[in-house]
């Protein structure tokens, strides 16, 4: 079996992701683990466009960026349309700062499945983490926003935590994102999962890159480019098709 892409696109991300300036300022583990996406598959297949919608709080918003063209969802829309040029892809960013699972769920219908997107991407967990909320009541709130976008024929792919101080130093983080990886795995949806991609970048020799802003809590301009260089990297490596030899 060989990989082969959609209009042979995953050497062009290979080639963006492995550019010296890219590999040395944003590392990122190999992996052959791919996110279910269908619905995506199925868009670039029939040279549709790509709506997709990442959904959050205030690491989707872009809090601490030094502009919105900063902020991961920007970068991501830059990374794919480099990546799959012959896509139109388009990601709108409905990240709202402070906002825990609960109020997510209240503004799902409208500020996301409206949109009908092929794809959501749901950063969530942060401010539940720091709020000291129940894992399991928030594994049951999380599990219930999955069930309505995938009733909605949309993708989904589940966003955990940041290793920082202040995610560190809450009552249960590393429950809460237990609950998220237990929760991808009992409904098939992706997880991309910050927290090991910074433990890997913590493992290496130099320490990995610094992407954590002065406060404590969110990504600096590195870090959101450096969360969109490896999420891009996942969904490119996740759309190709597999054919024989």
């Not at 297949?45 to 991961?72: C, H, N, R, W």
């Not at 896509?87 to 609960?102: F, H, K, L, Q, S």
């Not at 996301?112 to 049951?140: E, H």
Request: aromatic content about 6%.
């Amino acid at each position: 079996m060989r990989v082969r892409s959609f209009a042979s696109a995953l050497p062009a991300l290979i080639l963006i992701m492995c550019s010296p300036a890219v590999a040395a300022e944003c590392p990122a583990p190999p992996t052959t683990t791919r996110f279910d996406l269908p619905r995506t598959r199925a868009a670039i297949k029939d040279a549709e466009p790509i709506a997709m919608v990442a959904f959050g709080s205030s690491s989707t918003l872009g809090y601490q960026a030094s502009s919105p063209a900063a902020s991961y969802p920007a970068v991501l829309q830059a990374r794919l349309t480099a990546a799959l040029p012959q896509t139109r892809w388009t990601v709108i960013n409905r990240g709202v700062n402070g906002e825990d699972a609960p109020e997510a769920m209240a503004r799902l219908s409208s500020d996301v499945i409206a949109y009908r997107p092929r794809l959501v991407i749901w950063q969530v967990g942060a401010n539940d983490a720091l709020r000291g909320t129940d894992a399991s009541l928030f594994q049951t709130q999380v599990r219930e926003g999955v069930q309505r976008l995938r009733a909605a024929d949309i993708d989904v792919i589940l966003m955990d935590n940041q290793r920082a101080p202040r995610i560190a130093a809450a009552p249960n983080p590393a429950e809460i994102d237990a609950a998220l990886r237990s929760l991808a795995a009992e409904t098939g949806v992706g997880l991309f999962s910050r927290g090991e991609l910074m433990d890997f970048w913590s493992a290496l020799p130099n320490g990995g890159p610094s992407v954590i802003a002065q406060d404590g809590l969110h990504h600096n301009d590195l870090g959101y480019r450096c969360v969109a260089d490896a999420l891009a990297a996942r969904i490119v490596q996740s759309v190709s098709v597999m054919t024989p030899d």
